[in-house]
C-alpha cells in the first residue's frame, strides 16, 4: 500500500488516468498536472487534485515520484529539471510494474513500428488457450495500470503487453519475461531527433531483461538486427527467408505462403489460414507470436488452436461491409506510411484510398510507388491532405474530400462492382478525432449507414 505517499501525475490521456486511479487504489494522494488550462477533474476524490496550465516551479517537491503520461516526452525541460533535482521520474509501464500484486505471472512484451497491435492481441488468443487467466492490454486496449482494479485481485498468471516507443522511454526496472522487437521504420519524427533515437527508446524493452528470459526479433529488419545486440538473453528470430540459418540465434521461425515452421527444440510446423491473418505482414504477425508462445511454455496444439480461433483486430483491415459487390475495409490504425503499405500489399487491386490526418513527417513517396497500378483513386481528408495530394498528382484522380463524411460519400458514387474502399489514413487521427478508434468508428457508422 501507498498510504500517506504522494504521487505527481504528468498528463491526463489515458495512461494518465490509468496510474492516477492505481495510485488512489492503494491509498496514495495524487497531484495531477495537464498543461491544457481547460482541463476538467477526469476523477472525483478527496485525494486527487488537479492543477491545469503551466506546471508549478518545483512541482516534484514531497513527491514520492514523477509518473509520466507516455505523450509527455521525457525531454521536457521541466522533466529534466526535476531528475536533476534528484527526483524519481518515470513512466505509467514502471508504476504498474512496481506495483504488481504478489504472486503476479510473468509480462510478454511486443513492441514495433507496425503490427504490434495485431501480434499482442494474436499473442493473447495464444496463450489464452492455455493459461486462460492472462491480461492482455497495455498500449492496446485497457492501460496496463488499470489491470488490477483492487490491490486484493487475484494475480493474472501471465500479462501480454504492448509498448510503444513513448512508454518505454518512461521503463526503468521492469522486467520483460519475452521482448520482442517486430520491426523499425520511419515514425514519430516529430518527436524523435533522429531514428536512431527512435530505434534506441524500442530497445529498452531489453534492458530489464534477466537470466531465464528471452527476447524475439525480425531476422529480415537490418535495423532490429542491430538493435537486439543489447539484449543480455538468448535471442529468438523469425523470417520470410528459408535460405536463413542460425548464426547468431538461438532458434528460427521460418515462414512461406500460409505455412511457418520452428528450427529449434521440437520441431513443429503451423499452418496460417485463418482469414483475419492475410497477408505476408500478418504472417510475420503469428510467427512472432507464436515464437513468444512458445518460450512462454504454451503447448504448440494450443498455439495452432490460437492461430485457427484469432478473430482480428479492429480497425486492422477490418471487413466493414460488402455493398453491391465493393468491399469496405477500415484500415484506421495504419496511422504512418508503412503500416498504409501493409494494407496495400494485402490487397490486390482496384481500391479507392482514404487517406490524411496528422502527417509525422515522413514522405508519402513510398506508398505511391505502392500504388501504382492498384489505386483507382485517393480521397484526401484531415491535416495532411494537400501533402497526399501533391504525392500523388499525375498517378491517379484525387478527389479533396476534407472530411470522413464527404470521403465515404464520394466513394459510394464512384465505387463500382469489384473496387474496395480502403480508409488507411496514413496519418494520426488527432487534427479530427480524438483517436484512431474513433475515426474508424465513425467510418463505420458512415459506411454502415450507406442504403
Same mark, same amino acid.
Given at each position: 500500500?501507498?498510504?500517506? +505517499?504522494?504521487?505527481?501525475?504528468?498528463?491526463?490521456?489515458?495512461?494518465?488516468?490509468?496510474?492516477?486511479?492505481?495510485?488512489?487504489?492503494?491509498?496514495?494522494?495524487?497531484?495531477?498536472?495537464?498543461?491544457?488550462?481547460?482541463?476538467?477533474?477526469?476523477?472525483?476524490?478527496?485525494?486527487?487534485?488537479?492543477?491545469?496550465?503551466?506546471?508549478?516551479?518545483?512541482?516534484?517537491?514531497?513527491?514520492?515520484?514523477?509518473?509520466?503520461?507516455?505523450?509527455?516526452?521525457?525531454?521536457?525541460?521541466?522533466?529534466? *529539471?526535476?531528475?536533476?533535482?534528484?527526483?524519481?521520474?518515470?513512466?505509467?509501464?514502471?508504476?504498474?510494474? @512496481?506495483?504488481?500484486?504478489? $504472486?503476479?505471472?510473468?509480462?510478454?512484451?511486443?513492441?514495433?513500428? /507496425?503490427?504490434?497491435?495485431?501480434?499482442? *492481441?494474436?499473442?493473447?488468443?495464444?496463450?489464452?488457450?492455455?493459461?486462460?487467466?492472462?491480461?492482455?492490454?497495455?498500449?492496446?486496449? =485497457?492501460?496496463?495500470?488499470?489491470?488490477?482494479?483492487?490491490?486484493?485481485?487475484?494475480?493474472?498468471?501471465?500479462?501480454?503487453?504492448?509498448?510503444?516507443?513513448?512508454?518505454?522511454?518512461?521503463? +526503468?526496472?521492469?522486467?520483460?519475461?519475452?521482448?520482442?522487437?517486430?520491426?523499425?521504420?520511419?515514425?514519430?519524427?516529430?518527436?524523435?531527433?533522429?531514428?536512431?533515437?527512435?530505434?534506441?527508446?524500442?530497445?529498452?524493452?531489453?534492458?530489464?531483461?534477466?537470466?531465464?528470459?528471452?527476447?524475439?526479433?525480425?531476422?529480415?529488419?537490418?535495423?532490429?538486427?542491430?538493435?537486439?545486440?543489447?539484449?543480455?538473453?538468448?535471442?529468438?528470430?523469425?523470417?520470410?527467408?528459408?535460405?536463413?540459418?542460425?548464426? $547468431?540465434?538461438?532458434?528460427?521461425?521460418?515462414?512461406?505462403?500460409?505455412?511457418?515452421?520452428?528450427?529449434?527444440?521440437?520441431?513443429?510446423?503451423?499452418?496460417?489460414? /485463418?482469414? *483475419?491473418?492475410?497477408?505476408?505482414? &500478418?504472417?510475420?504477425?503469428?510467427?512472432?507470436?507464436?515464437?513468444?508462445?512458445?518460450?512462454?511454455?504454451?503447448?504448440?496444439?494450443?498455439?495452432?488452436?490460437?492461430?485457427?480461433?484469432?478473430?482480428?483486430?479492429?480497425? %486492422?483491415? !477490418?471487413?466493414?461491409?460488402?455493398?453491391?459487390?465493393?468491399?469496405?475495409?477500415?484500415?484506421?490504425?495504419?496511422?504512418?506510411?508503412?503500416?498504409?503499405?501493409?494494407?496495400?500489399?494485402?490487397?490486390?487491386?482496384?481500391?479507392?484510398?482514404?487517406?490524411?490526418?496528422?502527417?509525422?513527417?515522413?514522405?508519402?513517396?513510398?506508398?505511391?510507388?505502392?500504388? %501504382?497500378?492498384?489505386?483507382?483513386?485517393?480521397?484526401?481528408?484531415?491535416?495532411?491532405?494537400?501533402?497526399?495530394?501533391?504525392?500523388?498528382?499525375?498517378?491517379?484522380?484525387?478527389?479533396?474530400?476534407?472530411?470522413? !463524411?464527404?470521403?465515404?460519400?464520394?466513394?459510394?458514387?464512384?465505387? =463500382?462492382?469489384?473496387?474496395?474502399?480502403?480508409?488507411?489514413?496514413?496519418?494520426?487521427?488527432?487534427?479530427?478525432? &480524438?483517436?484512431?478508434?474513433? @475515426?474508424?468508428?465513425?467510418?463505420?457508422?458512415?459506411? @454502415?449507414?450507406?442504403?
Amino acid at each position: 500500500m501507498l498510504s500517506g +505517499q504522494t504521487f505527481v501525475v504528468i498528463g491526463l490521456g489515458k495512461s494518465g488516468i490509468g496510474a492516477a486511479k492505481l495510485l488512489l487504489r492503494r491509498g496514495a494522494r495524487v497531484i495531477a498536472l495537464d498543461e491544457n488550462v481547460d482541463a476538467s477533474p477526469p476523477i472525483v476524490d478527496p485525494r486527487f487534485e488537479l492543477k491545469a496550465g503551466p506546471f508549478p516551479a518545483e512541482f516534484w517537491k514531497g513527491a514520492t515520484a514523477v509518473v509520466v503520461s507516455p505523450g509527455v516526452p521525457l525531454s521536457k525541460p521541466e522533466l529534466v *529539471a526535476a531528475k536533476a533535482a534528484g527526483a524519481q521520474v518515470y513512466g505509467e509501464i514502471e508504476l504498474a510494474y @512496481r506495483t504488481l500484486p504478489a $504472486g503476479a505471472g510473468p509480462i510478454l512484451g511486443i513492441t514495433g513500428t /507496425n503490427g504490434k497491435s495485431t501480434t499482442t *492481441a494474436l499473442l493473447g488468443e495464444l496463450v489464452k488457450q492455455h493459461v486462460p487467466r492472462t491480461f492482455v492490454g497495455g498500449n492496446l486496449g =485497457t492501460a496496463f495500470t488499470l489491470a488490477y482494479e483492487s490491490p486484493d485481485e487475484k494475480p493474472y498468471d501471465l500479462h501480454v503487453i504492448e509498448l510503444s516507443s513513448f512508454q518505454l522511454e518512461g521503463v +526503468q526496472d521492469a522486467r520483460f519475461k519475452v521482448s520482442a522487437i517486430l520491426n523499425l521504420t520511419a515514425d514519430h519524427i516529430d518527436r524523435y531527433p533522429s531514428h536512431e533515437a527512435y530505434g534506441l527508446a524500442k530497445a529498452r524493452i531489453f534492458d530489464g531483461q534477466q537470466s531465464g528470459d528471452f527476447a524475439v526479433v525480425n531476422a529480415d529488419d537490418p535495423d532490429v538486427l542491430r538493435l537486439s545486440r543489447r539484449a543480455k538473453v538468448p535471442v529468438y528470430a523469425f523470417t520470410l527467408d528459408g535460405q536463413k540459418t542460425n548464426p $547468431g540465434f538461438s532458434g528460427l521461425a521460418v515462414g512461406s505462403g500460409e505455412k511457418f515452421a520452428f528450427t529449434f527444440g521440437v520441431p513443429a510446423a503451423f499452418t496460417v489460414t /485463418n482469414r *483475419a491473418l492475410r497477408g505476408a505482414h &500478418n504472417l510475420q504477425n503469428a510467427m512472432a507470436a507464436a515464437l513468444m508462445a512458445r518460450l512462454a511454455g504454451i503447448p504448440d496444439a494450443a498455439i495452432q488452436r490460437g492461430l485457427d480461433s484469432f478473430p482480428g483486430l479492429p480497425h %486492422r483491415l !477490418e471487413l466493414v461491409r460488402e455493398r453491391g459487390g465493393v468491399e469496405w475495409i477500415n484500415d484506421s490504425k495504419a496511422t504512418n506510411v508503412d503500416s498504409s503499405l501493409v494494407a496495400m500489399k494485402a490487397l490486390e487491386g482496384d481500391v479507392w484510398l482514404i487517406a490524411g490526418g496528422k502527417g509525422k513527417g515522413a514522405p508519402y513517396t513510398p506508398l505511391v510507388e505502392s500504388a %501504382r497500378g492498384k489505386v483507382k483513386g485517393v480521397l484526401t481528408i484531415g491535416k495532411d491532405a494537400p501533402a497526399i495530394a501533391a504525392a500523388f498528382a499525375g498517378v491517379c484522380p484525387i478527389h479533396d474530400c476534407g472530411t470522413i !463524411e464527404k470521403a465515404v460519400a464520394q466513394a459510394a458514387e464512384i465505387s =463500382t462492382r469489384g473496387d474496395t474502399v480502403l480508409l488507411s489514413p496514413a496519418c494520426a487521427s488527432y487534427d479530427q478525432f &480524438n483517436h484512431f478508434e474513433h @475515426r474508424g468508428d465513425v467510418f463505420k457508422a458512415l459506411v @454502415r449507414g450507406l442504403s
